[in-house]
C-alpha cells in the first residue's frame, strides 16, 4: 500500500522547490511529492494542448474515454513552466485540501 | 477561446515512392466544411519550435493543385473473416454451430462468432456471446420471428471454452452450450440450455457465412467479437454431446463427415490472410482488417513457443473490434510523379479553414535505376519508425504517461483528433479495446501523427536533418526503411554517406542485411539518433503497408507479449528486440539503448579520445568542452532516449568515444533490459550507464560509423541559425564522410578508453 501523501506544512520547502524550478533536478523528497500528484486517475489528469507550436498552450482535460472532447481548464500559456506552477497549485489543493501559499504570495 | 481544431485528414496508396508513379489521395472532412485545398510542398523541416529554424514549407507544382469539395468518408474497423458469395449455405434446415474461444471484453454488448445471416431477410443464426457475456443464439428460421437463447451464464474472461449451437429441424429443439476447459468449484461457467421453437419449418434461403461479425443490410459487419477463436465448425445437422466434442477434434470425425459444412484450421497459411477450410467444401475465408495470428490455441501446452514447429498448438485467431488495415476510402485525387522529380521529403497540404492536414510523401530516387549521377547523401526516412508510432493514443494513455514524462503531456489536434475518433486505428504502442497489445500497423488509413509539429522523437526531430542539408547545401535523396527492407543494398550503394534521423528504432532483417553489406563496402553510416536498430519488424508479404511488431521477451515496452506469442505471424521470425536476438545494435553502432527520460535534456561534456588525430576531423573549428547544452524542445542535444558505448555489449574495441553526456536528471531511467532485479540506482544521478556516448569508428572497410547516441541531438541542430557545436560537428562528419578518400585502416592496438 503506498503510504505517500502530502503534509501541508511539513511540505512547503518541497513547494518552493518547485515553483523555483518546475522542470530538472529535484531532491528526493519533491521527487516523491511529484510521482504521487502526477499518479492521479487519467479521468481527471490535465495536460497542454499546443495552440501555437512552441509558444501558446492551452490548459485542458480530457475525459477518460474516448470519443469526448476536451475541456478546457485555464488560461492560454505562453510558458510551459507556468502550467506546471499552476497544476501543482491544483493538485496540492486537491490532496492537501489548502491552498498553496508561499512567501511570495503574501507580498 | 475556441481550441484549434483539425478536421480535415487524408493518407494516399504508400509513404514512399518513385518518380514516374501514380499517388492516390484519399481525403476526408471530419467537421462540417465544405471545401478544401489541396497543394503540394517540400518540407525542409517539420517543426515551428521557435528556438530553432521554424516549419520550412516550399510550395512546389503539381497538376492536382486546386480546391475539391469535402466530403465525410467513414472506416469500418473490427476483424472478421469474409466468404465469397458462393460459399453462402443452401438449403439449410437444421444445425451445428461451435467453435472454442478466449473471449476478452465478454459483457459488452452482443459478439458474433460464426454467423449465417441473410441481411435482406433478416433470417439465419448467429452463435455468439449475448449481452451478458453468456453463450447465445440469435435464431430466425423462416417464417418466424427471431428470438435469443442464451446459456445465461456469464463466461469468464481469457478462459477458453467450446460454445455450441444447434437446431433440430425435426423436433424444433434448440441446444445452446458452454464447455469451459479448466473448471472452478463455486463459480463453474459450464452450461447448457434447451429450448422448444418451430419445427419442420422449409429450408432457409442461401445463407452468407462470417465469422466473428454478422453482415448487417448495409453490407457491414458489425458485432465483432473479441478475443481469440479456434477450431470453428459448421454442420448440417444437430449434434449430440459427444459428436460435439468429436467435432471440436482436429479431423473430421467420421460419424459427421457428411454432414460438416466448414471446418476450419487457422494455423494454414499462417503468413497470409487466407483462412483454410478442410471441409470437402473448401469455404475458405479471407481476413479483413488484419486481426492477430500466430495466437496461442485452446490446446496449447507451453511446450513450444515458435507456432512453426507446433502449428497445431496455434490454431488461434486474435480478433478484435478496433482492428484496421485498410480504410478503404475512394480517391479525391491522384498525381503521376513527373520523371524527374527531385527526391526528397514532400506532403500534400489539405486546408479547409481550421487546423490544415498533411499527407506526408518520400519520393525517393527512381527505382532500379539507382546509381549513376545521384547525390553522395541519402537521408534514410525511417518509415518503419512512423508506422510503429502510426496513431499514437497519446491522449488516451495520460494515466501514467504524465510520471513517466516527468512533465505535463503536451497534446496537438491530431491527438484530439483521434481521442474523439477511435475508428483510425492504433500504433504498435497501444492497446486494443478489449486491453491486448496492437501487433500490426498499416499506412492506408490516416497516420494523424504523421506531420509538422508532433513529437520531436519522431518527424518533428527528422525534419532538422533536411534543414541542416538544405542550410549546408549539401544535396542529398531520400530513401525509406520500406525502400531498404525490399531494395537492400542496392538502394544503398550509391551513397557514399547514410544519414539517419534522430529515432530509426525499428528493423527488419532484411534491412539490417542490406546495411552491414553497405559497412562492408566502404559505406559510411551517420546515426544521429538514440534508441535506433532497437525493434525486430516484419512486413506483411501480401498486404502492403502492413508491419508487425511483438513485445516480445525483454525491452522498454510499452505492452508485453502474451506467453508463446513471440514469433510474429507475417514471416515465423522471432520478435522482439535485435539486442536479444543476436543483433545488437553496439556492434553496428558502436552505441546502444541505455536510458530514456523525457522531463528535459542535457549535454555532452568531451572527452579524451576527442584529441585523438582519428577525430581532427570531427572538432575541426569545434574548441568547446561542452557540446549541445541548448535544443528545441528539450534544452539540449543529450535527452529522450540515449545509447552507451559498451564493449560488453560488442562496441568496437576501437571506436573512439569523443563525448558523453553528463547532469541528467532522475527522470532519464535506465532500461529495464539493463538489470534483471529491481533497484532504486537507475536514475540519471546515480546510475553510471544512463549516459549519451558519441562515438566514432572506421569499418576497416575504408569505411566509417559515427554515432551520437542521443534523439535530442537532431533538435539542437536548427538553433543560432545553424551556428552551433552540434550542427558544426554534424556538418563536419558529412564534408569527411562524403569525400571519396578512404578512412585509413587502424593498426591493431590496446583500447585507449
Known amino acids: ?107 | 477561446m475556441k481550441l484549434p481544431e483539425l478536421t480535415i485528414v487524408g493518407y494516399s496508396n504508400g509513404l514512399s515512392f518513385a518518380p514516374g508513379e501514380t499517388v492516390r489521395f484519399m481525403v476526408s472532412e471530419e467537421g462540417t466544411r465544405p471545401d478544401y485545398q489541396a497543394s503540394l510542398l517540400r518540407m525542409h523541416s517539420f517543426d515551428d519550435d521557435p528556438t530553432a529554424c521554424g516549419l520550412i514549407e516550399e510550395p512546389v507544382s503539381a497538376a492536382f493543385e486546386g480546391r475539391y469539395s469535402a466530403r465525410h468518408q467513414d472506416i469500418e474497423t473490427g476483424s472478421h473473416v469474409t466468404f465469397d458469395a458462393d460459399h453462402a449455405i443452401a438449403g439449410l434446415r437444421a444445425f451445428t454451430a461451435q467453435a472454442y474461444i478466449w473471449p476478452t471484453t465478454p459483457g459488452r454488448g452482443w459478439q458474433t462468432v460464426i454467423s449465417c445471416w441473410d441481411a435482406a431477410s433478416g433470417q439465419g443464426f448467429a452463435l455468439g456471446l449475448d449481452e451478458n457475456g453468456a453463450a447465445a443464439l440469435r435464431l430466425a428460421l423462416p417464417g418466424q420471428s427471431e428470438v435469443v437463447i442464451s446459456t445465461g451464464l456469464a463466461l469468464r474472461e481469457r478462459e477458453w471454452v467450446l460454445i455450441h449451437a444447434s437446431y433440430d429441424d425435426v423436433t424444433g429443439e434448440v441446444v445452446v452450450g458452454q464447455l469451459p476447459r479448466l473448471r472452478f468449484p463455486l463459480v463453474d461457467t459450464q452450461a447448457v440450455v434447451r429450448h422448444l421453437v418451430a419445427k419442420e419449418v422449409p429450408a432457409w434461403p442461401p445463407l452468407p457465412l462470417a465469422i466473428t461479425a454478422r453482415q448487417s443490410r448495409m453490407q457491414r459487419f458489425d458485432e465483432h467479437f473479441n478475443g481469440k477463436i479456434d477450431r470453428p465448425r459448421l454442420c448440417s445437422r444437430a449434434l449430440s454431446h459427444p459428436a460435439v466434442k468429436a467435432l471440436a477434434g482436429a479431423t473430421i470425425p467420421d460419424e459427421v463427415a457428411a454432414s460438416v459444412l466448414g471446418f476450419w484450421d487457422f494455423a494454414r497459411d499462417m503468413t497470409s490472410v487466407r483462412v483454410i477450410d478442410l471441409s470437402p467444401w473448401a469455404r475458405h475465408g479471407c481476413l479483413v482488417n488484419l486481426p492477430t495470428r500466430g495466437m496461442t490455441g485452446f490446446n496449447w501446452t507451453g511446450d513450444e513457443q515458435d507456432w512453426r514447429r507446433a502449428p497445431e498448438q496455434y490454431g488461434a485467431i486474435h480478433f478484435h473490434d478496433d482492428d484496421l488495415y485498410d480504410a478503404k476510402w475512394e480517391a479525391d485525387f491522384t498525381w503521376d510523379i513527373p520523371p524527374q522529380f527531385p527526391s526528397g521529403c514532400y506532403a500534400v497540404k489539405l486546408e479547409d479553414g481550421n487546423v490544415p492536414g498533411y499527407i506526408v510523401l518520400f519520393i525517393r530516387p527512381p527505382r532500379h535505376a539507382v546509381g549513376g549521377n545521384r547525390p553522395r547523401i541519402a537521408f534514410l526516412a525511417p518509415t518503419a519508425h512512423y508506422l510503429a508510432y502510426a496513431n499514437y493514443r497519446l491522449a488516451d494513455r495520460p494515466g501514467v504517461s504524465e510520471a513517466f514524462r516527468g512533465r505535463l503531456w503536451q497534446l496537438g489536434p491530431e491527438d484530439l483528433l483521434m481521442h474523439q475518433r477511435p475508428a483510425f486505428g492504433s500504433s504498435t504502442y497501444d492497446m486494443h479495446s478489449d486491453g491486448s497489445g496492437v501487433c500490426y500497423t498499416s499506412y492506408l488509413r490516416p497516420i494523424l501523427n504523421l506531420r509538422p509539429n508532433t513529437r520531436l522523437a519522431s518527424l518533428a526531430g527528422d525534419g532538422y536533418v533536411l534543414a541542416l542539408l538544405r542550410h549546408a547545401d549539401l544535396p542529398y535523396d531520400v530513401i525509406t526503411d520500406e525502400d531498404l527492407h525490399e531494395d537492400g543494398l542496392s538502394l544503398l550503394a550509391p551513397y557514399s554517406c547514410v544519414i539517419t534521423g534522430g529515432h530509426p528504432e525499428y528493423w527488419s532483417l532484411a534491412m539490417l542485411h542490406g546495411m552491414e553489406g553497405y559497412l562492408q563496402r566502404g559505406g559510411r553510416l551517420m546515426y544521429l539518433g538514440g534508441n535506433g536498430f532497437y525493434w525486430r519488424i516484419a512486413f506483411h508479404r501480401e498486404l502492403k503497408g502492413a508491419m508487425e511488431v511483438r513485445r516480445s521477451e525483454d525491452g522498454t515496452r510499452p505492452w508485453a507479449a502474451e506467453p508463446g506469442e513471440y514469433y510474429m505471424s507475417f514471416t515465423g521470425e522471432y520478435g522482439g528486440i535485435w539486442r536479444r536476438i543476436g543483433h545488437v545494435p553496439n556492434r553496428m553502432l558502436g552505441v546502444g539503448f541505455t536510458a530514456q527520460g523525457m522531463d528535459v535534456a542535457t549535454y555532452y561534456r568531451r572527452q579524451p579520445a576527442a584529441s585523438d588525430p582519428r577525430a581532427a576531423f570531427i572538432f575541426a573549428g569545434v574548441q568547446d568542452e561542452i557540446i549541445g547544452d541548448f535544443g528545441a524542445g528539450f534544452y539540449g542535444a543529450a535527452g529522450q532516449e540515449i545509447d552507451r558505448f559498451d564493449l560488453s555489449l560488442g562496441s568496437p574495441p576501437h571506436a573512439l568515444v569523443l563525448a558523453s553526456s553528463e547532469n541528467h536528471t532522475d527522470n532519464m531511467l535506465l532500461a529495464n533490459e539493463e538489470f534483471c532485479s529491481t533497484h532504486l540506482a537507475v536514475g540519471g544521478t546515480e546510475s553510471p550507464l544512463v549516459r549519451a556516448d558519441m562515438v566514432f569508428f572506421e569499418t576497416g572497410h575504408g569505411g566509417a560509423v559515427f554515432s551520437t547516441g542521443s534523439i535530442s541531438w537532431v533538435a539542437a541542430l536548427a538553433c543560432e541559425g545553424f551556428d552551433n557545436n552540434v550542427a558544426k560537428i554534424t556538418i563536419n562528419v558529412i564534408r569527411r564522410f562524403i569525400d571519396p578518400a578512404e578512412f585509413p585502416r587502424i593498426d591493431d592496438k590496446p583500447d585507449q578508453h
Not at chain 1, 485542458?60 to 485555464?74: A, D, E, H, M
Not at chain 1, 505562453?78 to 491552498?99: H, I, M, P, S
Request: glycine share 6%.
Open chain 1, 1 to 107: 500500500m503506498s503510504q505517500s501523501r502530502i503534509d501541508p506544512v511539513a511540505d512547503l520547502p518541497l513547494a518552493r522547490e518547485f515553483m523555483a524550478n518546475p522542470l530538472g533536478h529535484h531532491s528526493p523528497n519533491l521527487q516523491r511529492l511529484m510521482r504521487l500528484m502526477r499518479g492521479e486517475p487519467a479521468r481527471e489528469k490535465p495536460c497542454l494542448l499546443i495552440v501555437e507550436p512552441g509558444r501558446k498552450w492551452a490548459l485542458v482535460r480530457l475525459p477518460g474515454t474516448r470519443g469526448q472532447p476536451p475541456v478546457q481548464l485555464g488560461p492560454v500559456y505562453t510558458n510551459q513552466l507556468e502550467a506546471e506552477r499552476d497544476v501543482f497549485r491544483l493538485r496540492w489543493k486537491k490532496l492537501t485540501g489548502v491552498e498553496l501559499v508561499l512567501e511570495d504570495d503574501k507580498q
